[in-house]
């Protein structure tokens, strides 16, 4: 496993990341999460990321219970702060009130002291920015938080934030995390370059287009049963538009380039990412630990200038 800096930060997190989102807490049993994650850690990985509504906080339970058995300082522990933990007005959002809160919740689930990286899930028009930068600098120095990050969020929103944090003497962002693949390459224009020149590295998610880029979705044909995009809760990020055959016939003209790189399709799709020196890491999901093993095969693989002009061709930046 390589490791690499949190952007501009001295803490270094494995190129793999694992993820739990749709997974532990959820649809994935609790003895199951826990042997990914023990393989995980078996390979290298001290990276993982979860948030505060992924199941409603059930999954931060499982795994800060899996983790408890590794010695505190072993692994970087990441979750998030923004949407909705219950019904009143103030449930949600980036209010100090609201991360002063789900903070001290997230902490008491997770069973930890501190939290390595905490991030803002989305932007909140709602409330002032510089409310809830002064609340995440205020965590930071209460020792809950070490470093803070955010999801999902706009280069103006980006830029207003380190302006602010740089104007009022705040700790900064030193963390990105977007949505990231070979069939969404929109932060290659102007968030990835922002973010860079700025310290703050990205942790992509969805690395594999929910599943379409592993090659198991088929032109012509219907989507395997139980896979997401048969599960009308799990495909937000599943469209139409990843579904058409068109599409997916691109997709499996990546398989010749995968087996010239001696890689599998998914290995392949996580090294495509890696290959930016702006990328601290990609964020995967398991449900078995088969796939922890081949998802952490990517680390380290330098794609052949061939294979990268290839899969430029099959999917160009828009």
């Known amino acids: 496993m390589q490791y690499r800096r949190l952007g501009s930060s001295g803490v270094k997190v494995s190129e793999i990341c694992l993820g739990s989102w749709l997974t532990y807490g959820n649809a994935t049993e609790d003895n199951v999460a826990e042997a990914c994650i023990d393989r995980a850690f078996e390979l290298g990985i001290n990276f993982f990321d979860t948030s505060n509504v992924y199941a409603i906080g059930k999954s931060e339970e499982v795994v800060g219970k899996a983790l408890a058995k590794y010695r505190r300082d072993d692994y970087v522990l990441a979750t998030k702060v923004f949407f909705p933990m219950g019904k009143g007005p103030n449930d949600k959002g980036l209010s100090r009130k609201h991360i002063m809160e789900q903070c001290n919740r997230s902490l008491k689930r997770m069973g930890v002291d501190y939290i390595d990286l905490y991030q803002c899930h989305r932007y909140d028009p709602e409330t002032p920015l510089e409310e809830t930068l002064r609340a995440l600098d205020d965590l930071i120095t209460a020792g809950k938080v070490l470093y803070i990050g955010f999801s999902q969020w706009t280069p103006e929103q980006i830029a207003d934030a380190v ?133 952490a095969g990517a680390s380290g693989v330098k794609l052949s200038d061939q294979s990268l002009q290839e899969i430029e061709a099959l999917f160009p930046l828009g």
């Not at 998610?205 to 995009?229: C, D, H, I, M």
């Not at 068109?246 to 010749?256: D, G, I, R, S, Y």
């Open 163 to 295: 302006t602010l944090q740089r104007g009022l003497n705040l700790d900064r962002f030193i963390s990105s995390q977007p949505y990231y693949n070979m069939l969404a390459r929109g932060i290659e224009k102007d968030v990835a370059p922002l973010c860079h020149s700025e310290g703050i590295g990205q942790i992509v998610f969805s690395p594999l287009a929910q599943g379409v880029l592993t090659g198991k979705y088929l032109p012509g044909q219907p989507p395997p049963e139980g896979s997401r995009a048969t599960d009308p809760k799990a495909n937000a990020f599943l469209g139409p538009d990843r579904l058409d055959d068109a599409l997916l016939e691109k997709v499996q003209l990546l398989k010749p380039i995968a087996a010239r790189e001696g890689l599998s399709l998914p290995q392949l799709a996580l090294a495509w990412i890696l290959r930016l020196e702006s990328i601290s890491s990609v964020i995967i999901g398991a449900t078995r630990t088969s796939q922890v093993d081949d998802n």
